[in-house]
T-cell receptor
Framework: ETGVTQTPRHLVMGMTNKKSLKCEQH?????MYWYKQSAKKPLELMFV???????ENNSVPSRFSPECPNSSHLFLHLHTLQPEDSALYLC????????????????FGPGTRLTVL | QQPVQSPQAVILREGEDAVINCSSS?????VHWYRQKHGEAPVFLMI?????EQKGHDKISASFNEKKQQSSLYLTASQLSYSGTYFC??????????FGTGTSLTVIP
């Protein structure tokens, strides 16, 4: 138990569906991250929020839309996904990002296993 | 920009040592090491900042050579619990953060 929870743990959706992934951290952190982990590929950083402000968007397609209403919650809204978007989506948090540096430990949630049919 | 890890996979017997390397083509500010067991989230091991530091706890340690843009993770007297996939994450001077390709480590009795 790392103090970062994600829901749902598993999600199956069609290409025309709209769904959202939720992440919540109970660690008092100010930075939150979304990662994508595909089979046999390295973890890919998707989005970074620091004090609710998006600081990084690693050229992620617009069918993925993040939302960070406060420092404890992070959402990933999904619409018109493709089968290749099937992956494990991991949320992480850290104390904060000082001067743009990710020098703090990142605590990961258990992930949401997403399957797009 | 994504760091390269080597080896891709290693199998050890309990008590043996292993070294996992992480190399980047870009100048680095920090290197992070994580371990992920099958079906679980990655778990932090340690962070090394530029300045050429070395860190360790228990029988796992790491070094960071910023001139060579490399980091190495050392596992000594391996235990069954060390099995998993080890990832390095590198932060470049341009604030970009990337995880490496991963090294699968299996410790057998």
């Amino acid at each position: 138990e790392t103090g970062v929870t994600q829901t749902p743990r598993h999600l199956v959706m069609g290409m025309t569906n709209k769904k959202s992934l939720k992440c919540e951290q109970h660690l008092g952190h100010n930075a939150m991250y979304w990662y994508k982990q595909s089979a046999k590929k390295p973890l890919e950083l998707m989005f970074v929020y620091n004090f609710k402000e998006q600081t990084e968007n690693n050229s992620v397609p617009s069918r993925f839309s993040p939302e960070c209403p406060n420092s404890s919650h992070l959402f990933l809204h999904l619409h018109t996904l493709q089968p290749e978007d099937s992956a494990l989506y991991l949320c992480a948090s850290s104390q904060d990002i000082t001067s743009g540096r990710a020098t703090d430990t990142q605590y990961f949630g258990p992930g949401t296993r997403l399957t797009v049919l | 920009q994504q760091p390269v890890q080597s080896p891709q996979a290693v199998i050890l017997r309990e008590g043996e040592d292993a070294v996992i390397n992480c190399s980047s083509s870009k100048a680095l500010y920090s290197v992070h090491w994580y371990r992920q067991k099958h079906g679980e989230a990655p778990v932090f091991l340690m962070i090394l900042l530029k300045g050429g530091e070395q860190k360790g706890h228990d029988k796992i340690s790491a070094s960071f050579n910023e001139k060579k843009q490399q980091s190495s993770l050392y596992l000594t007297a391996s235990q069954l619990s060390y099995s998993g996939t080890y990832f390095c994450g590198t932060e470049g001077t341009g604030n970009q953060f990337y995880f490496g390709t991963g090294t699968s480590l299996t410790v057998i009795p």
